[in-house]
């Protein structure tokens, strides 16, 4: 592994897994704010 | 009653149902056991290679077989609702912590006992070092392991999968302790170096995670 | 979502444009390393945005066992799961650093498997909140946390001793190992950029804890009134 190619590899890392984990968050706020809907609309 | 009263009356009341049957210390000889020899065919150590790796060996097979005591440390009071009674009495709850510490730590002391003469015969084990070291680094590093270990059974007593739920937080948090247990005894035993760091550091260990235990035990016994 | 909220989001994705143009082109390159090095520039901060997180998780676990704030609870939930990540990207981006330059994917040195020892004990921390059953959820975590928190300088300083005796390939200079002055802009551009990542994450995880919570509660009420009837 050359260090360029280590280099780019490292910063995409450092990106994509907050990225993942804001959509992972999006996700649980979209369950969430279905299920307030939900149980305001039965109470 | 006193403290000290209800921590030895709970001793001896776990010590006896412990002599009654044995179950405890008999599931804890035959997984060490287990332990050592898979780990012998895992390895396949020759004779001098063994006497590198026996001191970590040793204080695996006591883990985990240790780990099989401490899941069944508090499961006689959950089945009979001892804790229950046990929040609304006036009895500080730190004697039943350090009951139940005490009688983990006798448990295990007692195993080491026993695995000691299997070790020697299997991996021709002689100390070169001095063996009252072996013998404080030995009861240092086993209240590590238990005390923090009947923290963590009481915990994990309100957890879904709680016989996986006290290795997994017991394991991380043992490393420093495991780390100097192991290093002391491959240091004594072959009789290069001093292992007074690591006895020094599991000493601080020791009076840190004890307090750490009191301190909270509260919290935990009565988390609701 | 708010417009100061907004803004500081904004704000933060500048920053970082301009902290990775720091690090990427204004920042010399290191003389034995090469291009390569300016792996620093994203690898350390992280790990100190990570040790920030769970700093912050130890002081609102404390908080909650003092005052059972449930904002603390939620607080300690929510820098704990972001520490995880800054954590893992920590753990990825430092082996892939290690195998170019020092030949090696991984090594048992203090400062790494002190790293991973972190990870460990948080990862099992957030197991354990999946896992509690009800109400003492919040208090047994807390106690963990205090745990994790007080072993991590005593797991550091028994492997640096260990490596005295045994001494292994440190990745990343020894403990004493300096940074170049030109290089502290970058470093510190990075830290800010990072820190304020940190600091959303943990806001927008915070606010979903108490949502969730309130769900919980709104459901436990609804249970409570319907066995009442």
């Not at chain 3, 028994?158 to 390939?169: E, G, K, M, N």
């Amino acid at each position: 592994m050359t260090g360029l190619v280590a280099l780019k590899a490292a910063y995409t890392v450092t990106w994509i897994i907050p990225l993942l984990y804001l959509r992972y968050l999006l996700t649980r706020y979209r369950r969430v704010r279905h299920e307030m809907k939900d149980l305001k609309r039965s109470s | 009653m006193s403290a000290f009263g209800v921590t030895r009356t709970t001793l001896v009341k776990d010590l006896r149902m412990e002599w009654r049957s044995k179950d405890a210390i008999n599931s804890m000889l035959f997984f060490s056991l287990l332990v050592v020899v898979i780990f012998s065919f895992a390895f396949n150590p020759t004779a001098e290679e063994s006497r590198v790796i026996a001191g970590g060996l040793i204080w695996v097979a006591v883990l985990f077989a240790a780990v099989v005591a401490l899941n069944q440390t508090w499961a006689h009071e959950l089945r009979n609702q001892v804790l229950d009674a046990y929040r609304v009495s006036p009895a500080p709850p730190n004697a039943l912590f350090l009951a139940k510490a005490l009688g983990n730590f006798l448990f295990v002391v007692i195993l080491e006992a026993l695995m000691a003469p299997l070790f020697v015969v299997f991996y021709q084990l002689r100390s070169v070092g001095p063996l009252w070291q072996l013998v404080v680094v030995t009861l240092l590093g086993t209240w590590a392991l238990v005390v923090n270990g009947t923290f963590f059974a009481a915990l994990s007593i309100r957890t879904r999968s709680r016989e996986i739920m006290l290795p997994l937080i017991l394991f991380p948090i043992s490393i420093p302790a495991v780390l100097a247990m192991v290093d002391a005894t491959t240091t004594i035993l072959s009789g290069e170096g001093t292992p007074e760091f690591w006895m020094k550091m599991l000493l601080v260990y020791d009076v840190v995670f004890t307090m750490v235990c009191l301190l909270l035990f509260e919290s935990v016994l009565n988390a609701e | 979502m708010k417009p100061v909220s907004v803004l500081f989001i904004v704000f933060t994705l500048a920053l970082l444009g301009f902290s990775t143009y720091q690090a990427l082109v204004v920042a010399p390159t290191e003389q034995t390393m090469g291009e390569v090095q300016r792996i620093f520039y994203y690898h350390a901060p992280t790990a100190w945005v990570a040790g920030l997180c769970f700093f912050v998780n130890f002081l609102a676990s404390v908080a909650y066992l003092l005052r059972r704030n449930s904002n603390a609870d939620a607080l300690a939930a929510a820098s704990a799961e972001v520490g995880v990540v800054f954590c893992t990207i920590v753990l990825i981006t430092g082996p892939i650093w290690a195998r170019p330059v020092w030949g090696i994917w991984w090594t048992w040195d203090a400062r790494l498997t002190t790293t991973l020892v972190l990870w460990l004990i948080y990862v099992g921390y957030l197991i354990l909140r999946r896992f509690a059953t009800g109400s003492q959820t919040q208090t047994l975590a807390a106690v963990v946390a205090i745990f994790g928190f007080v072993d991590v300088p005593i797991v550091y300083m028994s492997i640096r001793w260990f490596r005295t005796q045994h001494p292994s390939p440190v990745i990343g200079g020894g403990e004493n190992s300096g940074l170049d002055p030109a290089m502290w802009h970058a470093f510190l551009w990075n830290l800010l950029a990072f820190t304020c990542v940190g600091i959303i994450f943990v806001t927008a995880r915070y606010r979903l804890q108490k949502l969730e919570d309130q769900v919980e509660a709104e459901h436990a009420r609804l249970a409570l009134e319907r066995s009442m009837r």
